[in-house]
């Protein structure tokens, strides 16, 4: 029969990110946080307004001062806290 895996529980830390609603910006979002070997867990996300929306990523490292100012300069990104 099967095995049992024992997973272990990683712990995860909220990223927010107030990004333009259009195509793309996932694209550029994530190859940032993967440029610094940021794992994102999941990415939850909702538009809160005309042309506007809110991703709340789910990540397994902390993200630096240098990632969110990177986050902030792209096009498209109104804001990124953690």
């Known amino acids: 029969m099967g095995e ?3 997973l272990e529980a990683k712990p995860f830390y909220p990223l927010f990110v107030y990004h333009e609603d259009k195509p793309g910006m996932f694209a550029k979002i994530d190859k940032v946080l ?6 994102i867990r999941e990415t939850p ?12 990523y789910l990540v397994h490292q902390r993200v630096s001062k240098r ?6 300069n792209l096009e498209g990104v109104h804001r990124a806290i953690t």
């Open 4 to 6: 049992n895996i024992e």
């Open 67 to 72: 990632v969110l100012k990177k986050l902030k």
């Open 34 to 39: 993967a440029d610094h070997g940021i794992n």
């Open 45 to 56: 996300s909702r538009q809160i307004g005309e042309g506007c929306a809110i991703a709340v």
